[in-house]
């Protein structure tokens, strides 16, 4: 399944050559992802410290209003926690604020949302458009799951790169390019999306990672976790 998947976003990539560090070919980044000494520095990893720890304390109260929020608008719990793909291909559990309906395995759904989805609940809907929900990553951060900036952690179906070396982050500029891509798949049929965003965003999503990560920036714009 991996190499299938890793063969389709290769294709879509159209053979184009990688960018300068990434080998010959955008293949390469799947096979031998650029990385930098800055990845996997312990200066790195105190920045993160420092501010995930900075920001939790200073939004520790907005963040419990959000919590009571989320648990007086429907029934579940606050959190949210999913299997996420880490460091070296090590799967964490992703902690985010409840923004969906709860239901059972059989009735989940696709993994993908898009902008409608009936799912979404009427908090979850004003938390993701804020991003707000996503604030009990800095939590994952601090644990050493994630880092600041770098790719967002994919699932496990969706991970292109079996080992990545780099921490996933909260954000990065493929997040920032992609920051509506649930208006992008709102016209996308349900039976259909996981094929079009395999085909159409993944490898898009892909390519700016590797030339990103090739040429490592330090805070606050690298995306090389």
């Given at each position: ?7 389709s ?11 300068e ?9 799947l ?20 501010f ?50 709860q ?12 902008d ?17 929900d ?37 954000t ?42 090739a ?11």
């Amino acid at each position: 399944m991996e190499s299938k998947r890793r063969s389709s976003i290769v294709s879509h990539l159209g053979g184009r050559p990688g960018p300068e560090g990434c080998g010959n070919s955008f293949e390469s980044c799947l096979v031998d992802p650029p990385r930098s000494g800055w990845t996997d520095s312990a200066a790195r990893r105190v920045v993160d410290i420092v501010f995930s720890a900075l920001l939790l304390t200073l939004l520790s109260v907005p963040m419990l209003i959000i919590a009571a929020c989320v648990r007086l608008g429907s029934k579940g719990p606050a959190i949210f926690s999913q299997e996420r793909v880490g460091l070296n291909g090590r799967p964490f559990r992703l902690f985010k604020f409840r923004s969906m309906v709860q239901r059972t395995r059989k009735d989940l759904g696709p993994d993908l949302t898009k902008d409608g989805d009936a799912r979404v609940t009427p908090t979850g809907c004003f938390l993701r458009k804020l991003k707000l929900d996503e604030l009990p990553q800095f939590y994952n951060v601090l644990r050493g799951d994630m880092s600041l900036v770098g790719p967002r952690p994919k699932l496990p179906q969706y991970s292109a790169i079996a080992n990545m070396p780099y921490r996933p982050g909260i954000t990065g500029p493929a997040t920032l390019a992609f920051r509506r891509e649930e208006e992008i798949l709102s016209s996308v049929g349900p039976e259909q999306m996981e094929d079009f965003y395999m085909e159409h965003v993944s490898p898009l999503r892909l390519a700016l990672m590797c030339v990103t990560c090739a040429k490592p920036i330090r805070y606050p714009t690298c995306a090389s976790s």
